[in-house]
């Protein structure tokens, strides 16, 4: 059974940043799947953030934080990660990690990810 562990949410100020971080505990060959980043603000419906290939080489980010949030992973620490920069308001959600079911490549579609965790808040005031 693959589980994933976020951490690195919190309460920030317009213009913060914040690291998130999803440790991803137990399984084989983690390292050889695409993984990636989603958020679900109250009331809305859970929103495609950032996808990663198995080795780092490949990324995706929805337009609304292309140039403020990179994705990266490391595969010796078997982590993802979600560095947030110049955080706005609008980015005030529930941030999920996942890892796809894609041997390879990341992906935008929550249906193609088989593992998700539990989910970190982040609450950014303005």
């Known amino acids: 059974q693959v589980q994933l562990v976020e951490s690195g949410g919190g309460l920030v100020q317009a213009g913060g940043s914040l690291r998130l971080s999803c440790t991803i505990i137990?399984?084989?060959?983690?390292?050889?799947?695409?993984m990636g980043w989603f958020r679900q603000a109250p009331g809305k419906g859970r929103e495609f953030v950032a996808t990663i290939n198995w080795n780092g080489a490949s990324t995706d980010y929805t337009d609304s934080v292309k140039g403020r949030f990179t994705i990266s992973r490391d595969h010796q620490k078997n982590t993802l990660y979600l560095q947030m920069n110049s955080l706005k308001p609008e980015d005030t959600a529930v941030y999920y990690c996942?890892?796809?079911?894609?041997?390879?490549?990341?992906?935008?579609?929550?249906?193609?990810?088989?593992?998700w965790g539990q989910g970190t808040q982040v609450t950014v005031s303005s």
């Open positions: 996942a890892r796809t079911s894609n041997v390879g490549s990341g992906s935008r579609w929550d249906y193609e990810y088989a593992y």
């Open positions: 137990s399984g084989q060959y983690q390292s050889s799947f695409g």
